[in-house]
């Protein structure tokens, strides 16, 4: 089994190295890390990421596999990223993302028709998209898997790992991990959060979700 994670400059790490460890942990697997060069790639917080293949190099994809962060300004409007998302889209088995990766899948025009999430800030933004927004977790629909923002990275490669195994293996995967949540805030979701600490964080990212907005609506009319 070959799963493709994809990485660009300013992802957010745990998008990628959440799913990244489950599928890590997965016999008879190989994952690999897919950039434009071999050059290290660094996240928007400053982990370098060294990877395994370039766009011309990857080997075929079983799972293909999108993380979000603030790079996915420059990720969708690059012609090498959204075509190599195209091209092995053909013949995987899944394809994925987590947080804002699904507007990158979205604008490769891999979302059309289907049901999908991703981070709770940019659900608008997805609506945009000729996607079907489904405020969940992880959304599956068909062979399109796709999960909220960041954490949810790991709830996703569980669903994934049952997807290609098991229900078993993926719990398997679970314990060792010891994957058993117990965060010390009830604060992880808006319909959660208080009011206050919600405004707050919408505010803080007013101008980079408007930015992305526009982005989308001139992506869809060079479309048209």
């Not at 990877?51 to 990857?58: C, G, H, L, V």
């Not at 999108?66 to 013949?91: E, Y």
């Not at 290609?164 to 010891?178: G, R, Y």
């Not at 208080?194 to 609506?217: C, G, M, T, W």
Request: with cysteine; hydrophobic share 45%.
């Amino acid at each position: 089994m070959t799963i493709s994670m994809v990485i660009f400059p300013n992802l957010t790490q745990l998008d990628l190295t959440g799913p990244y460890e489950v599928f890590g942990r997965l016999s008879h697997t190989k994952v690999f890390l897919i950039a434009e060069s071999l050059e290290p790639v660094k996240s928007d917080n400053g982990l370098l990421l060294i990877p395994d293949a370039t766009f011309e190099t990857a080997p075929p994809a079983d799972v293909l596999f999108v993380p979000g962060g603030r790079g996915i300004f420059d990720a969708m409007q690059s012609k090498t990223l959204i075509s190599f998302l195209q091209t092995q889209a053909k013949n995987a088995k899944y394809i994925t993302s987590v947080c804002t990766g699904s507007l990158v899948l979205a604008a490769a025009g891999l979302l059309d028709g289907y049901k999908a999430t991703t981070h709770w800030l940019s659900l608008d933004l997805l609506k945009l998209l000729n996607v079907d927004v489904v405020e969940e977790r992880v959304v599956i629909d068909r062979n399109r898997i796709t999960g909220g923002g960041v954490t949810a990275g790991i709830d996703f490669g569980l669903y994934v790992a049952s997807k290609l195994f098991s229900d078993d293996i993926a719990k398997e995967v679970q314990l060792m991990m010891e994957y058993n949540p117990a965060p010390p805030f009830n604060a992880g979701s808006p319909k959660l959060a208080d009011e206050k600490i919600v405004e707050r964080v919408v505010h803080s990212r007013k101008a980079i979700q408007q930015q992305r907005a526009e982005l989308i609506k001139k992506l869809l009319r060079k479309q048209n």
